[in-house]
């Protein structure tokens, strides 16, 4: 069964660095998000892409964070600075255009540490 | 602003049904869904309803919407210790690209 998978499963970096997360989409999807989920909080949405633009994004999302399709499959989250409070799950998810409850498919994480 | 609440933690014996509650704000929701996450482990999809719907079931899960009082409840039956997880519910609204706004997850507890 296709799924989204994710990498790295965890990341470990200093604060002010540059992060980038890895997501690869299931194939034949067209609607990509990003979530985030602080230990012990809700997941939180960040964002979502289709047709290669940001559809919406949260006011979490702000000019420290970019995604991108670079290419036909992979899907990316960047965090230009990072801070202490930026340490949670990441999730990627992605979904078809129609169909299935619009339902999203998500990755198994990236968990990253700030210190 | 949209919000989602859950009851935080649910006790069940083994082969007893448990049931987990969700309310939700935001009046034009289409799709509430249920999903499950196991210690250390990402989302994955129990399954979802449509807000025209008031009932649904797979195979040992039953979902129930009163669109009415924005209630959702996921009943797992004969539940086993392999359903020991946090039960998140979500929904998305009409007005979105699908951002799913979550509850704060109930962990349930499955003892033998």
């Known amino acids: 069964e296709p799924e989204v998978t994710q990498t790295p499963s965890h990341q470990v970096t200093q604060m002010g660095q540059e992060v980038i997360l890895r997501c690869v989409p299931i194939s034949n999807h067209l609607y990509f998000y990003w979530y985030r989920q602080i230990l012990g909080q809700k997941v939180e949405f960040l964002v979502s892409f289709y047709n290669n633009e940001i559809s919406e994004k949260s006011e979490i999302f702000d000019d420290q964070f970019s995604v991108e399709r670079p290419d036909g499959s992979n899907f990316t989250l960047k965090i230009r600075s990072t801070k202490l409070e930026d340490s949670a799950m990441y999730f990627c998810a992605s979904r078809t255009s129609s169909g299935s409850g619009n339902t999203q498919y998500f990755g198994p994480g990236t968990r990253l540490t700030v210190l | 602003g949209e919000d989602v609440e859950q009851s935080l933690f649910l006790s069940v014996r083994e082969g007893d049904s448990s049931v987990i509650n969700c309310t939700y704000t935001d009046s034009s929701s289409t799709y509430l869904y249920w999903y499950k996450q196991e210690p250390g482990a990402g989302l994955q999809l129990l399954t979802y309803i449509f807000s025209n719907m008031d009932m649904k079931q797979d195979q040992r899960l039953t979902v129930l919407l009163n669109k009415k009082d924005k209630h959702l409840s996921l009943r797992i039956a004969d539940t086993q210790t392999g359903d020991s997880a946090i039960y998140f519910c979500?929904?998305?609204?009409?007005?979105?690209?699908?951002?799913?706004?979550f509850g704060a997850g109930t962990q349930v507890v499955v003892t033998p």
């Open positions: 979500a929904e998305i609204s009409t007005d979105s690209w699908g951002k799913l706004q």
